[in-house]
């Protein structure tokens, strides 16, 4: 299924994506939104990084069932 992350100013993030083995599945930039595809995934739950160029950061957990 695909998830979407829409982001409410359109300044440039990086999105990183974790197994819960710590393995990198996705590394990506983006400005307001991108969509990922995780029909290739496992079902679990994953770890969502998104960071902007002043290092602020998001984490948030995905769980694909």
Do not use: A
Not at 2 to 12: A, C, F, G, K, Y
Not at 25 to 51: A, D, P, Q
């Amino acid at each position: 299924f695909p998830v979407t992350i829409r982001m409410e100013n359109s300044e440039l993030v990086q999105l990183i994506i974790y197994d819960l083995q710590g393995r990198e599945l996705i590394r990506t930039n983006f400005s307001s939104m991108t969509t990922i595809i995780t029909n290739e995934w496992e079902t679990g739950c994953y770890m969502v990084k998104i960071t902007n160029d002043n290092g602020l950061l998001l984490t948030k957990k995905l769980v694909k069932h």
